[in-house]
């Protein structure tokens, strides 16, 4: 397959900003080492709306550093943290922003449970910086359509910028299954490919 074909057979589009549809609840992963007031302006918005806000590493395996890791938090339609979070993400790969009709706390854990990836024969387990947006449109257009839609689970939509706004949407899963994804060799091959061909592609535009 082309370099062209793969880039046509990517599953995600570009548009030309973040969106929210209304049906949905909309939550933001932001990496709070990028964005130390990440926290500040989300307790700004609780004067007003109702925003919860939870370390994204907490109780997981990354727990010592759920401080200064990512944050994960419910946006307000209304609220100021979304005008706030869309002129950092269009200048700081600080994280992206999920939508799910899923409830904040059913989403949050199902958030932590993508943190996990196995790799190698031993099937060591590593840290999956899924929510870095320089990584999100190697990561999704590398699964296959079943395994994307088994990850995703409650993830009906991922939205960042990275050279641009993309959008990936998808159904909701009638049932979320624990997934747990492994890192397999044909999937590292099908990553590395895929960025050399968003390169060129991001080269030649």
């Not at 998808?170 to 990553?191: F, G, I, R």
Request: negative net charge.
């Amino acid at each position: 397959m082309s370099d062209s074909q793969i880039l046509a057979s990517m599953p995600w589009q570009k548009t030309e900003t973040a969106s929210f549809n209304h049906e949905l609840n909309h939550y933001a992963i932001i990496d709070s080492l990028l964005v130390p007031t990440i926290k500040e302006w989300a307790y700004q918005d609780q004067i007003l709306h109702e925003v919860e806000i939870q370390p994204l590493f907490k109780n997981t395996l990354f727990n010592d550093n759920a401080d200064q890791g990512p944050f994960f938090m419910n946006l307000h339609p209304e609220g100021t943290l979304i005008e706030q979070l869309n002129d950092v993400l269009t200048s700081t790969p600080a994280g992206c922003l999920v939508s799910s009709q899923a409830s904040f706390e059913d989403l949050y854990q199902h958030c932590q449970s993508k943190l996990i990836v196995s790799s190698g024969e031993d099937a060591n387990q590593a840290l999956l910086r899924f929510y870095d947006p320089r990584n999100l449109a190697v990561f999704l257009g590398a699964l296959s359509e079943i395994d994307r839609s088994l990850w995703m689970g409650y993830l009906e939509g991922i939205q960042w910028f990275h050279h641009g706004w993309h959008s990936l949407k998808q159904d909701p899963s009638d049932e979320v299954t624990d997934y747990h994804l492994t890192l397999t060799q044909t999937l590292k091959e099908t990553m590395q490919r895929l960025q050399v061909a968003l390169q060129d592609a991001r080269f030649q535009g």
